[in-house]
C-alpha cells in the first residue's frame, strides 16, 4: 500500500480505505474466534503493520481482549517500519498498550535496502532506533529488537562487521540476525533461477554467520536462538512460546494459528483471505467456528527443527514417542546426525540434543537439512512437503 513517507492509514490517506476494510475482517475474525484463556503474549507482525493508525491499533488490542483478556505483564510486540512512523506516532502505539517493538532495519546500506526494495533508507533506521532508545530510557518501552538480513547478494566480510558494529552501537536490547530465504515468486528468486544472483558462497555464509555469533556475543548478547540475540531479560516471550511447541492463535492473511497444537493457516492473498473468512463467518446453513476442521498437529520434523533452533534444544526421544516416531526411524535419523556428534556440533545431554554454541549454531543449516532428508525418507506420506520457515 504505496503511502507518502511517514504518513499513515489517517482517512483521505491513499490506501486508508484498504486498510480499514482489511482491519474491518481482521476484527470479524478475531470475534468469532473460539474462546481462550487471556493471552500473554501478542505479536503484530506484517507485511508493515505500522501502516495502521494509532486509534486502529486500539481497536485490534482491544478485539483481542474483549475475546480473549489479555493477562496482567503480557508482552505485546509490535513491527515497525523505518519509514512508516514518526515520534507522535509512536507515542501513539506505546499509548494503546505496546511494550516491545520490532524494527526492520535490514542493513544500513543504502544500495542494498534499495536493492531490497525497501522504502526506509539508513537515516531512517538510525532515526527510528533513537526514538526507540529514548522511549526505553524513559520507561514507555520494555523493550525493542533491531533486525538485520545476513547473506545478501556481494555481501563482504568486512562491510558484514560493519553492518553488526553499527546494529550494536545502536543498543538495541534484543537483535534478530536472519539469513537470507529466497521467497518463491520475488525479485531476488527470479534472478537467482538466471543464475544473475551474486549469493555469499557457502563457506563465505558459514564464515559470516560465525562473525554474527562471535561480535554479537563479545557485545554482551546471549545467543538464546539460531537467528537471536539478547541482553538478560530480553528475549522474546511472543517468539519463545511459538518455538516450544505451545498453542497460538493466528488471525489475517497469511497467518497460521495452532491453538491446541493443530496448525491452520490463512490464505496469503487479500481475495482469497475474504473468500475464506466469508466462508467460515457466513456458511450458507449458519455462522460456525471461524476455524476450519482442525489441520494436522504440528509435524515432528517441524518440533525438532523449530526446537533445536533454540539454545536449549529438544528432548528428542520424548518428542519422537510423543509423535509415534518408531525405534527404526530414530536409529536412522540418529546415524544421520553422527558425523554433527563426532564434530561436537550437536551435542546429547542427558534427554536433551542441542547445537552446540556458536560451531553449532554456526553449522545449523546443515544438521537440519539432514533432519529434512531423514524426514522425506522416514516421514508419514505427505512428509515430502518441506515445513513453513520459522
Ligand atoms: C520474523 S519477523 C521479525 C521478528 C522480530 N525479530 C522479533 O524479535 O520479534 C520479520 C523479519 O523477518 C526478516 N525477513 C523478512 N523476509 C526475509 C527473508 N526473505 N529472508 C530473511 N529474513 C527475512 C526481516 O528481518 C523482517 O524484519
Not at 456458511?283 to 533454540?310: K, M, S, Y
Request: net charge neutral; aromatic share 8%.
Amino acid at each position: 500500500m504505496p503511502l507518502g513517507d511517514r504518513a499513515g492509514a489517517e482517512p483521505g490517506q491513499p490506501g486508508s480505505a484498504s486498510i480499514a476494510h482489511y482491519l474491518a475482517q481482521l476484527l470479524r475474525e478475531i470475534a468469532a474466534s473460539p474462546p481462550g484463556p487471556p493471552l500473554s503474549t501478542v505479536y503484530v507482525g506484517g507485511g508493515t503493520p505500522s501502516l495502521l493508525a494509532p486509534q486502529q491499533l486500539r481497536q485490534l488490542l482491544a478485539a483481542l481482549r474483549h475475546r480473549f483478556g489479555i493477562a496482567p505483564g503480557a508482552e505485546l510486540s509490535l513491527e515497525l517500519d523505518p519509514a512508516s512512523f514518526d515520534e507522535a506516532r509512536l507515542e501513539g502505539y506505546l499509548a494503546a498498550g505496546i511494550t516491545r517493538v520490532s524494527l526492520g532495519v535490514q542493513s544500513f546500506d543504502d544500495a542494498v535496502l534499495e536493492q531490497l526494495g525497501r522504502r526506509h533508507r539508513r537515516a531512517d533506521a538510525l532515526q527510528a532506533a533513537a526514538w526507540l532508545r529514548a522511549a526505553q530510557g524513559r520507561g514507555q518501552l520494555a523493550s525493542w529488537s533491531l533486525d538485520l538480513i545476513q547473506a545478501l547478494p556481494g555481501q563482504t566480510l568486512a562491510a558484514w562487521r560493519q553492518q553488526l558494529r553499527q546494529a550494536i552501537a545502536l543498543e538495541p536490547p534484543h537483535l534478530s540476525i536472519y539469513d537470507l530465504i529466497l521467497e518463491p515468486g520475488t525479485v531476488f528468486e527470479r534472478l537467482e533461477r538466471r543464475g544473475q544472483l551474486d549469493l555469499p558462497e557457502h563457506d563465505l555464509a558459514a564464515d559470516l554467520q560465525e562473525c554474527t555469533v562471535r561480535t554479537v556475543a563479545a557485545a554482551g548478547y546471549g545467543h538464546y536462538e539460531v537467528s537471536n540475540y539478547a541482553r538478560p531479560g530480553h528475549a522474546s516471550r511472543h517468539n519463545r512460546v511459538y518455538w516450544s511447541g505451545a498453542g497460538w492463535w493466528g488471525f489475517g492473511l497469511g497467518a497460521t494459528a495452532a491453538p491446541w497444537g493443530r496448525r491452520q493457516a490463512r490464505p496469503r492473498t487479500r481475495e482469497a483471505y475474504g473468500a475464506w473468512l466469508a466462508q467460515q463467518l457466513d456458511p450458507p446453513n449458519g455462522p460456525a467456528a471461524a476455524d476450519p476442521a482442525p489441520g494436522p498437529g504440528v509435524p515432528f520434523d517441524e518440533r525438532v527443527l523449530v526446537g533445536l533452533r533454540r539454545r536449549e534444544g529438544v528432548a528428542l526421544e520424548a518428542l519422537a514417542a510423543a509423535a509415534g516416531v518408531g525405534a527404526e526411524a530414530l536409529a536412522a535419523l540418529r546415524a544421520a546426525w553422527r558425523p554433527y556428534r563426532k564434530a561436537g556440533v550437536l551435542l546429547q545431554e542427558g534427554p536433551r540434543w542441542r547445537l552446540s554454541d556458536p560451531e553449532g549454531l554456526a553449522l545449523s543449516n546443515a544438521v537440519l537439512r539432514e533432519l529434512m532428508g531423514w524426514w522425506a525418507d522416514w516421514g508419514p506420506p505427505e512428509a515430502a512437503d518441506p515445513p513453513p520457515s520459522p
